[in-house]
């Protein structure tokens, strides 16, 4: 299975400090494996200066989040084919941020999945669970019970066209690594909690850097990694893409 390195910018880069990383992270691109799918995810603002400066290069583009409707009275919301119009072909749902900060729910998120579908966009579908979760031997159950809502009455042809993502809420941005058997092993289980899942790419995603990207993408069922704070930087993001890939480490 190809690997996948989504950058999450979150809510990070200016249009112009957009323009800069491109022209930097281009200059990386000889160097990385040819063999591994990469994406950004800038921001709303800055995708169509980062869809033209992409274009014709082989790095995808993707956005943060979509209104769950096509169009209408919903302001502030951003519809599918208005991120397809700018060249985005995947769109990151559910982050732990967006459910913890603006109220995003398992039924949103479906919503959500279901109208990036429909638009032609991949859903990069997160989960992940707090660490009282995990501490209370429940993590397994909870994220499988996250991936079936999420993907909850999806077609089985369009699910074959999701990625999943697991992020350890502890993991996020605090520089607490998960144990990356565990993280294999929960990873398993999100795959279990659905039929169709079997060769779907799962991410992970939790503070992973270049130093530790390749203990993750050795496991099984890591598909590749959904990265926060380490794809801020072209020369750091491209090292890591390098070390994620077994036939560029030393
Ligand atoms: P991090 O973020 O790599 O900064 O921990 C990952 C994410 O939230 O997607």
Redesign the pocket.
């Known amino acids: 299975m190809r690997r996948l390195i989504v950058g ?1 910018w ?1 809510m990070n880069k200016t249009v112009a400090a957009t323009q800069a990383f491109v022209a930097a992270f281009l200059r990386e691109l000889d160097t990385l494996p040819p063999d591994v799918d990469i994406a950004i995810a800038p921001p709303f603002t800055a995708l169509e200066a980062a869809g033209r400066a992409l274009r014709g290069s082989r790095v995808a583009l993707s956005a943060q989040n979509v209104a769950s409707e096509p169009n209408g009275a919903f302001t502030g919301e951003i519809a599918a084919n208005m991120l397809t119009e700018l060249g985005v072909t995947s769109v ?1 749902l559910g ?3 967006r459910r913890r900060y603006f109220g995003e729910t398992d039924q949103g998120v479906n919503k959500k999945a279901r109208a990036a579908l429909a638009a032609g966009l991949t859903p990069i579908v ?1 989960v992940g669970e707090s660490s009282q979760r995990r501490d209370a031997g429940d993590a397994d159950a909870f994220v499988g019970a996250q991936t079936r809502a999420a993907l909850d009455g999806i077609a089985p042809g369009d699910l074959s066209k999701v990625v999943l ?1 697991y ?1 350890p809420l502890w ?4 520089g607490k690594n998960c144990e990356p058997a565990q993280a294999d092993a929960t990873m398993a289980a999100i795959r279990a909690s659905v039929d169709g899942l079997a060769h779907v790419r799962i991410l992970y ?4 850097t270049p130093a530790n990207v390749a203990s993750y993408s050795d496991q099984p069922n890591v598909g590749g990694g ?6 801020l930087d072209p020369v750091a993001f491209a090292e890591l893409i390098r070390a994620a890939h077994p036939g560029n480490r030393a």
Do not use: R
């Not at 993991?171 to 605090?174: D, F, V, Y």
């Open positions: 999450n979150k990151i982050h732990s941020e997160c993502a992020e993991a996020i941005g605090t995603g939790g503070s992973v959904l990265i926060g704070g380490a794809s």
